[in-house]
């Protein structure tokens, strides 16, 4: 069974950087759909960046050129470097995948996604 594992989340200043890491668990390397997601308290989970096998990537407007979505081809973990981080990036971050195609409308959409992860705390102060 697909089990994805996300790690790295932590407190840090406004201005200053994480690295979020997703493991997967019984997962597909070769063909690949995969997404982070954010959740705040009180606000709807949205999609923050998108990657597929292919190396296409997929950003929200708020993150763009400042969180970059990348698979470490060492060990095939799905990683988003936050760089710049402001308050408002503070959430909930998950790990969501498919291995089933993810249309491109539905990339940085919830229900794009079949697997998700349990998340991992970003708080900015």
């Known amino acids: 069974h697909v089990q994805l594992v996300e790690s790295g989340g932590g407190s840090v200043q406004a201005g200053g950087s994480l690295r979020l890491s997703c493991t997967a668990i019984?997962?597909?390397?070769?063909?690949?759909?995969m997404a982070w997601f954010r959740q705040a308290p009180g606000k709807e989970r949205e999609g923050v960046a998108s990657?597929?096998?292919?190396?296409?990537?997929t950003y929200a407007d708020s993150v763009k050129g400042r969180f970059t979505i990348y698979i470490d081809s060492a060990d095939n973990i799905l990683n988003l470097q936050t760089n710049s981080l402001r308050p408002e990036d503070s959430a909930m971050y998950y790990c969501?995948?498919?291995?089933?195609?993810?249309?491109?409308?539905?990339?940085?959409?919830?229900?794009?996604?079949?697997?998700w992860g349990r998340g991992t705390q970003v708080t900015v102060s």
């Open positions: 969501a995948g498919d291995v089933e195609r993810v249309p491109p409308y539905l990339r940085l959409r919830r229900g794009g996604y079949k697997y």
């Open positions: 019984g997962y597909p390397y070769s063909t690949y759909f």
């Open positions: 990657i597929d096998s292919d190396g296409e990537t």
